[in-house]
């Protein structure tokens, strides 16, 4: 009986180590800052960026709770979350964007982090600079994942491809 407690007692504490390192993931990190993406961004939407409108701020999932992520998109009128997604919050004087920073969802989904806040910098550019009402443009969705899969295919595949910092280095 000792040694079946013994076994089982190094199960429990084998499976609680293994939850914990799965859970201890590093977060990805952005490959290029936000100004560089939302420089490239402006441009491919034609929009002239001014100093007079704030950047939005960025929020990582490993740094932000989940009850500061549920407040907010709630604020925006979207129905309770059932989980931390990606999302650009722009009522009531906010001006955020919340990323999923997790290595496992972007190798799950073929995808980057900094694709992502490229489709988050779509959003803010279409409501700062271009005044849509995104409850109200049904296209937007789309077109901030057209331009999501241009920057992925544009600067984050191509091994030695350009860097949308380029064009703020001229």
Known sequence: MKCFNRILLSAVVLGQLM????????PATLRFPLECTLAAIAKKRNVQ?????????????????????????????????QEFSNAYVYVQ???????????????RHSRFIDDSLAHELVHYVQ???????LSAE??????????????RDTFMVPANGPSPCDDLAK
């Open 19 to 26: 939850t914990t390192t799965a859970k201890a993931e590093v």
């Open 49 to 81: 960026l001014s100093k007079d409108i704030p950047l939005p701020t960025l929020y990582h999932e490993s740094a932000t709770s989940f009850e500061t992520f549920k407040k907010a998109v709630m604020q925006q009128g979207h129905d309770f979350p």
């Open 93 to 107: 004087g906010k001006n955020d964007i919340f990323l999923i920073d997790s290595p496992s969802y972007y190798a």
């Open 127 to 133: 409501v700062r600079y271009q005044k849509y009402d």
């Open 138 to 151: 049904e296209f937007a969705e789309l077109e901030a994942v057209d331009l999501q899969t241009w920057y």
